[in-house]
DNA sequence: CCTATTAAGTCAATTCGCTTGACTTAATTA
DNA sequence: TAATTAAGTCAAGCGAATTGACTTAATAGG
């Protein structure tokens, strides 16, 4: 009665995880090539013509799909291609900055149908919040203009902010200790009566990359991001790795030496809250994307000077997750503009050795990823679609 | 016709899919808690009755349960347990070093049933993998002897050796080049008739750690493994995570600056390598095992100066682990005397702040684990064993 | 031009494993 | 001794994939 059952298992599955399993993985299939015929998607699951043809229908009789008009090509009956219907389903992404929140709403392919931002206070959630909320009420009047019954293919809520949740001692000056500590999840949960998801920015940037951008289809990358702290986002086995409490891949604070001297965090050193300090810019100032942009541009030598220093810094970090994780390719993303972004990447070239200097490679070592500042916020959003709709295991198993 | 279908999909699943999750589910509820009645496996792993019911008649006729006595608890029916026959199934392990080979066979709930070790030449394969073979031959008799109808439940072969594979430029003083580039899992596999599985040593380790060790029913693990060189092996949601190349964890080749100059891979200066180095050792010597042991009890001042270097790279090794993964602990297993694995966790402490520094923890940021010798062999023999009854989403999926 | 071949896709019956709900058994409690 | 609680069985039902024959519609080749 009382007792919590200690038995720690897995949870088992039926026929009901058995369908929903090859639902996913059929949208996967359409949304990783486009549009297949039901034969293609057959040969593609394994599944039988027949199993194809029955969740085919199911997927149009909900809108999630649509046929093209058939094609021929060689002998036999020609096919019909489908393909996904892209205002399937909708989703609110929603990127927390230390003064800064942007919302979008995203659909099933991760096209960005609406978008908002707004200033935000520091340090007063509960008046963010309100400010929060005021743009997500104002992004779904949007999208109900755009799109008839479109509430009703609301998946959820995700929300991007910078990590790591749950410190004992949060460092005041580098993180957000009282958006960290407010029940965000909860509040926004209650003012929008959506499903709501937290993870931190890097992991949101790592969702960008992998649905529609330098990871799209590849299952072990590793997202470098720098923002105003730097965090990696990992893609693993094909999806999402967060650690046992949410923080993986919050290297900020990575000491970068084995002494305890001289051993910096590698946040205060290649991250662009360093670069505005080596400037003496305020990071609230406005029109400071701008003003980076137009100095990289310029080349600008105490811009290069803290290039330099960083790159050396980033090179090691990459040396590093290369080592660790073995992914397929690593990815630098960043908010700065584009144009500072390059030249990171370019100073961070040649790369250190490491085990991912292998004979034959299919991607780069390193490769740019967006600088698109709208990123995080995407990635946010993707991340309800990718829950409600990616193929993953524990969307087979029963409720968990 | 010729053409390689280009589509990228995951495999569907079938009802086949959906029973073969639900007996590892059950199999794995039963390895984890000893013994459980019917009702409880139900509970545990929200099937209904009637289905474990089912499934447990099914692994009874398979001989892979059996039921114990009935127990009476309070009002209602008294329950049956059922717990796993150990002798149910067996695999064998096989730990590959730098002149010496040690073979094992392990049963289902990983009991070590034979063993048998030998010498073996560092750069001549060929002539390594016959001495293999009878080593094999020998504990496949041994098993034959004590279990009639063993043969049939030997569900395979796993291999652990000293990673990297598959590297452009093996280091040839710090690995094994001859072994890592011969075709071993064929040659074994031909040699056999068993499936034949390869992993780095890190990774048997953690495998090891998971079903008998501090690891057991954690899902987010590291176990730094220090031998002849150093390793991590990772769990991270509850499978053992092997990267792009099958070379994650490979952290000995990590360089410890982020500077050229200067850094050198943690390897050369936390493994038992550097210490034979640092006391001037022969690796090949025999009784070196007993040695050391005796110099860490003696606390040898040459010893415990390497020590002192050692855990402070150590250290740091644990504070970036800790900051990558966000697991819920770190093990330090080492192939070194238990003496002299104690003499580095302790000056491993007090270990360096970072995220796993958290007011709540149920586990402990760092412990020991085993320091058997045997341990790497059983790891190995561990794997095939999960691959054949541990829930995972890919014994979900059809063929592939 | 006509026929054979190839391939997409449907139809209808079947199978298989989990679910459902009623029922039996056997203990404790009042 | 009767009520209650819980384990476990029985038998019918259901849902989703499978199977194999069939239909449709194109191209290739004689």
Redesign the interface.
């Known amino acids: 009665m009382h007792d919590i ?1 200690p ?9 009901e ?2 369908s929903a ?2 639902r996913r ?2 949208i ?2 359409l949304r ?2 486009g549009a ?1 015929s039901r034969a ?2 057959a ?5 039988t013509k027949q ?1 194809v043809s029955n969740i085919i229908e199911d997927l149009e009789r909900d809108r999630l799909v649509v046929a093209l008009d058939a094609v021929r090509k060689g002998r036999g009956q020609p096919f019909t291609p489908y393909r996904l219907v892209p205002e399937g389903a909708f989703a609110i992404g929603l990127q927390i900055d230390r003064h800064l929140t942007r919302v979008v709403v995203v659909d099933l392919v991760g096209k960005v149908i609406a978008r908002a931002e707004a200033g935000l206070p520091f340090d007063e959630p509960s008046a963010g919040v309100r400010i929060i909320l005021g743009l997500v009420d104002g992004v779904r009047r949007k999208l109900a203009s755009l799109f008839a019954q479109s509430e009703r293919r609301l998946v959820g809520l995700g929300v991007a902010m910078p990590g ?1 949740f ?3 001692n949060p460092d005041n000056k580098w993180m957000m200790p009282a958006w960290q500590q407010f029940p965000l999840v909860e509040a926004l949960a209650a003012g929008t009566g959506l499903d709501v998801g937290l993870q931190n920015d890097a992991a949101a940037c790592a969702t960008a990359e992998r649905i529609v951008g330098a990871a799209h ?1 590849v ?2 990358a590793v997202c470098l991001y720098v923002g105003y702290g730097i965090a ?1 986002g990992l893609i ?2 094909g999806e999402l ?11 900020g ?8 001297s001289g051993s910096t965090p590698l946040e205060h050193r290649a991250s662009l809250a360093s670069l505005y300090q080596h400037l003496g810019l305020d990071p609230t100032e406005r029109g400071l994307y701008e003003t980076l942009g137009a100095l990289a541009l310029a080349r600008d030598p105490r811009v290069m000077g803290w290039v330099e220093k960083a790159a ?2 980033l ?2 970090s990459v ?3 290369e ?6 390719t690593v990815i630098l993303t960043s908010s700065a503009p584009e144009a500072l972004a390059r030249l990171l990447l370019q100073a961070m070239h040649p790369l ?1 050795p ?2 991912a ?3 034959v490679r299919r991607l780069p070592r390193l490769q740019l990823g967006t600088t698109d500042p709208w990123a995080i916020a995407v990635g946010a959003a993707a991340e309800p679609i990718s829950r409600a709709f990616d ?3 524990s969307a ?5």
Chains 1, 2 share one sequence.
């Open positions: 059952s038995i720690r298992a897995k949870s088992g599955t039926n026929q995880g058995t399993h090859n993985v059929m996967e299939a990783l090539n297949l293609d998607l040969r593609a699951t394994q599944l199993a790591p749950g410190l004992k289809g299952d072990h990696a693993l086995n790795y967060s650690g046992g409490n949410g923080n993986a891949g919050e290297i604070m990575a000491l970068l030496a084995p002494a305890g050396s810094d090179r090691w040396h590093l997750i080592t660790i994780f073995d992914p397929q250190l490491s085990i200097d292998r004979p193929p993953r295991f087979i198993l029963k409720a968990g």
